[in-house]
């Protein structure tokens, strides 16, 4: 089944084209060139509403998450019948928050870092160009951007911060802990969506130097 005039949401620029599902899997033809996301390789489908109708969201093993908009409610209707008997997935609805809250939950989905308010989304970030992740405070993470060389509009994100309280009512617990938690997690999830395939993979390494004591995960990836 075919859809014409569908959105591909790639960072600043969103390019029409022809959306298909069949059995083997889902594409997206365009002027930019073709998507292909094989049915083994499609985990989840979610749908939600979008500046122009309604969006759809492809969480696969293998990249970022790609979506895809400008689908009728009579589309989401129709893919979600062809999902269950292609794939065996059920689609969900994805909710997003309305609230305006500032605060919420840090939580990571693939490759993507999600805040979440009342367990709505409240905006969703790529990792893939996540530059860097640092404490930058007491209770504080900071997570970097690289510039986004294709974006012509001009503004883009680059920086973003969040205050992380500590753990309340256990004197156990240092402050910056949950703030080193969400740093370690950016990070963590940045460097493991390496493009290159992993050769071998260590978890819990303990590494020691005079006065430190580090728990880290060892990788080593192929040269191709």
């Given amino acids: 089944?075919?859809?014409?005039?569908?959105?591909?949401?790639?960072?600043?620029?969103?390019?029409?084209?022809?959306?298909?599902?069949?059995?083997?899997?889902?594409?997206?033809?365009?002027?930019?060139?073709?998507?292909?996301?094989?049915?083994?390789t499609i985990q989840t489908i979610q749908y939600s509403t979008?500046?122009?109708?309604?969006?759809?969201?492809?969480?696969?093993?293998?990249?970022?998450?790609?979506?895809?908009?400008?689908?009728?409610?009579?589309?989401?209707?129709e893919i979600t019948t062809l999902a269950q008997r292609h794939y065996g997935i059920k689609m969900?609805?994805?909710?997003?928050?309305?609230?305006?809250?500032?605060?919420?939950?840090v939580e990571f989905e693939g490759r993507s870092i999600m805040f979440q308010i009342h367990?709505?989304?409240a905006f969703e970030?790529?990792?893939?160009?996540l530059a860097?992740?640092?404490l930058t405070g007491k209770n504080e993470v900071s997570l970097e951007w690289g510039a986004d060389e294709e974006?012509?509009?001009?503004?883009?994100?680059?920086?973003?911060?969040?205050?992380?309280?500590?753990?309340?009512g256990d004197e156990d617990i240092e402050d910056d802990q949950g703030a080193a938690a969400v740093s370690y997690?950016?990070?963590?999830?940045?460097?493991?969506?390496?493009?290159k395939p992993r050769v071998l993979q260590y978890w819990r390494m303990v590494l020691q130097s005079p006065h430190i004591r580090y728990c880290a995960v060892v990788v080593w990836y192929s040269r191709c």
């Fill in 50 to 77: 979008g500046a122009r109708g309604f969006d759809i969201k492809i969480i696969t093993n293998t990249e970022v998450a790609p979506r895809f908009g400008n689908f009728k409610e009579e589309d989401v209707a």
């Fill in 119 to 121: 367990k709505k989304t």
């Fill in 1 to 40: 089944m075919s859809y014409q005039n569908i959105l591909h949401h790639k960072k600043s620029v969103s390019t029409p084209g022809t959306f298909k599902i069949t059995p083997q899997g889902i594409g997206h033809k365009s002027a930019a060139g073709i998507l292909e996301y094989p049915a083994k």
């Fill in 185 to 195: 997690e950016a990070e963590y999830h940045r460097r493991l969506w390496v493009t």
């Fill in 125 to 129: 970030i790529p990792l893939a160009g």
């Fill in 132 to 134: 860097n992740s640092a």
């Fill in 151 to 168: 974006n012509k509009r001009g503004d883009e994100l680059v920086e973003m911060r969040f205050f992380v309280p500590g753990a309340e």
């Fill in 92 to 105: 969900e609805q994805r909710e997003f928050s309305m609230r305006g809250w500032n605060w919420g939950d």
